[in-house]
C-alpha cells in the first residue's frame, strides 16, 4: 500500500529558508553534525537546517521522497514496515539523508548494491539567492535533463542547501549474514557472484551475504566458507569492527592496490584499518592526527587519496587539491559566483563571477 502525503512539512517551511539563505552572507547547512568534520572545516555563516518528514512513499514504485533533514533511522523504520529498504548505511542511524547525500560517502555494501550517487533521482535544492531549484525526476526511468541530483551528492552544501530528496528503493533481503574467515580476500571476492560486502583487516577476511537462505547458502560454499557458521546482520549493522577512533579517515585507491596498500598500513604504529575489497575503500583509525597523517602519505604512494572523516582538526582535509578542481571551482561559480555556500568545506576558492560564463 502507497504512502502519499499531501501537506507536507517540507514545502511548509521553503519559504523562511529561502528567504534566511538569501539574506545571509555566508550559510553552513546543517544536519545531524554525523559528518561534520568530513572534509574541510567550514569558516562560518549561519547555520540553516532543511525540514524533514516523510513527503510521498509509494512501495509498488520503489521510491521515497523526504525532507533532508529526515534522519536515516526514520528512513529505514518506514521503508521496513513495507519490506524495502534504501542501502544509505551511514555509521550512525541519527545521520540526516541530506547530510549522506551531501558529503557523498557510500556504505560499506557499494559492493552489491553500488554508489550512493544511483540511489539518489531527484533533489530539491535552495541557491544561494534563495531560489528553490529542481533537478532529477521522481521515476527509476528518469533519464532526461542534466543529471543536478549527482552533480549534489559530495557538494557538501557548496552548491545548493538540499531540501527535499527522492530515493531509490529496494526490497530488503530476507536474509543476511556476516561470515568470518581466514580465506584470501581477493580469492574470495573471486569466487562469489554477488556479495554484499568483503570486509579485510589483514588477519581476517568478513564477507555480507544477502538474499534467500538457501542461495546464501550456497554462495557461501561455493567461496569456501561454512554455511553454517557466521553472524545474523539486521540491516547490516552486525558486521566487523569498523576502525574507530579520535582521528578517522577514509582511502580511495584502485582495488588491484589494496594487496600492496595493506603491508605499507601495518607499519604505521597504532593505525587501526579494515578495507573493502572489491571497491578500494579503506577505512583508517588512529589515537592521534599522525597516524592519518601518515596513512595519506602511504595512500599517495600507492596512487590513491584520504578524505578526512572525524577529528584532526589540523589536518588538512583532503590533502592537497583534487585533480578535477578545475572543474570544480567552475561548478561552483556557477551555482553560487560569491561563495555564500559552507566555505571553506571544498578546497580551493569559488572562482569569481565573471569566469562563469
Known amino acids: 500500500m502507497g504512502v502519499s502525503v499531501t ?47 516523510i513527503v510521498a512513499y509509494d512501495p509498488a514504485e520503489l521510491t521515497v521522497t523526504v525532507g533532508a533533514g529526515t534522519t536515516v533511522g526514520e528512513l529505514a523504520a518506514v521503508l521496513g514496515d513495507a519490506g524495502q529498504e534504501c542501502p544509505l548505511d551511514p555509521r550512525d542511524l541519527a545521520a540526516t539523508v541530506g547530510g549522506v547525500v ?105 564477507v555480507l551475504l544477502e538474499g534467500h537462505p538457501d542461495d546464501v547458502a550456497a554462495e557461501a560454499r561455493a567461496a569456501g566458507l561454512d554455511p553454517g557458521a557466521g553472524v545474523d546482520a539486521v540491516l547490516a549493522d552486525a558486521g566487523p569492527p569498523w576502525p574507530d577512533g579520535p582521528h578517522r579517515g577514509r582511502i580511495s585507491v584502485r582495488p588491484s592496490r589494496l594487496c600492496e596498500l595493506a603491508p605499507a598500513l601495518d607499519g604505521i604504529d597504532g593505525l587501526r584499518w579494515l578495507a573493502e575489497v572489491g571497491v578500494g575503500t579503506v577505512h583508517v583509525a588512529a589515537a592521534d592526527p599522525d597516524g592519518l597523517v601518515a596513512a595519506r602519505r602511504v595512500a599517495s604512494a600507492h596512487g590513491g587519496w584520504l578524505l578526512r572523516e572525524a577529528g584532526a582538526p589540523r589536518v588538512d582535509g583532503y590533502g592537497g587539491p583534487p585533480p578535477n578542481l578545475a572543474i570544480l571551482e567552475r561548478i561552483r561559480a556557477a551555482f553560487d559566483p560569491t561563495g555564500k555556500l559552507s566555505p571553506g568545506r571544498l578546497p580551493g576558492e569559488p572562482a569569481p563571477a565573471a569566469s562563469a560564463r
Open 7 to 53: 501537506a507536507s512539512p517540507v514545502l511548509d517551511r521553503l519559504d523562511e529558508l529561502r528567504a534566511a539563505v538569501a539574506a545571509a552572507g555566508a550559510v553552513l547547512p546543517v544536519g545531524a553534525r554525523t559528518h561534520w568534520d568530513v572534509g574541510n572545516p567550514a569558516v562560518g555563516g549561519v547555520e540553516v537546517r532543511a525540514p524533514a518528514g
Open 102 to 206: 551531501a558529503t557523498g560517502l557510500s556504505g560499506p555494501r557499494r559492493l552489491r548494491y553500488g554508489p550512493l550517487r544511483d540511489r539518489v533521482l531527484e533533489v530539491r535544492f535552495v541557491t544561494a539567492d534563495g531560489r528553490l531549484v529542481k533537478g532529477g525526476g521522481p521515476t527509476v526511468k528518469n533519464v532526461t535533463g542534466y543529471d543536478v541530483p549527482r552533480l549534489l551528492v559530495g557538494s557538501l552544501g557548496t552548491i545548493g542547501v538540499l531540501v527535499q530528496v527522492t530515493l531509490r528503493c529496494q526490497p530488503r533481503a530476507r536474509f543476511a549474514r556476516w561470515f568470518p574467515s581466514t580465506a584470501d580476500p581477493f580469492d574470495a571476492r573471486r569466487r562469489m557472484f554477488r556479495p554484499s560486502c568483503v570486509a579485510w583487516d589483514g588477519a581476517t577476511t568478513r
